[in-house]
């Protein structure tokens, strides 16, 4: 290692300088890797949250209340897609109770599965679901 002399170690501190704002500012909410949706251009994060057997709760708070802290954490760490189904007991009522409760919805990209035969149906279903 070199020493280094006055001049240097002042230009090195006024860089650390200027850029420790923007460090501790991506420190607070780390970035998630995106990838866009080709149809719409949406970008969405890699990783989604599941709602299988976890989600699947009661209506008490006691059941709701750790769930509620995870889609919290979930949306501040920049969480956005929930994945569900009408298959998954009562996961999809509890996601969209929580999402609703935390005013998420608009923020979070839900996706669901159609598990009944025939168009009207399954627009029936999805419609349900959401």
Do not use: H, N
């Not at 006691?62 to 009408?86: C, H, K, N, Q, Y």
């Not at 005013?103 to 149906?121: C, M, N, Q, Y």
Request: proline share 6%; aromatic share 6%.
């Amino acid at each position: 290692m070199q020493p280094i002399d006055r001049r240097a170690f002042l230009r090195m501190a006024g860089a650390a300088a200027i850029a420790a704002p923007a460090c501790a500012q991506a420190l607070e909410k780390p970035m998630m890797l995106t990838r866009r949706i080709p149809a719409t251009g949406e970008s969405l994060p890699v990783i989604g949250m599941g709602t299988w057997q976890t989600f699947d709760v009661g209506a008490g708070e006691p059941e709701r209340a750790p769930l509620r802290e995870v889609l919290r954490s979930f949306s501040t760490l920049g969480g956005r897609m929930i994945d569900s189904s009408p298959m998954y007991g009562q996961s999809e009522t509890v996601a969209g109770d929580l999402a609703s409760e935390l005013k998420l919805r608009d923020a979070l990209f839900v996706a669901t599965k159609v598990w009944i035969s025939g168009k009207e149906k399954g627009v029936r279903q999805m419609e349900t679901s959401m």
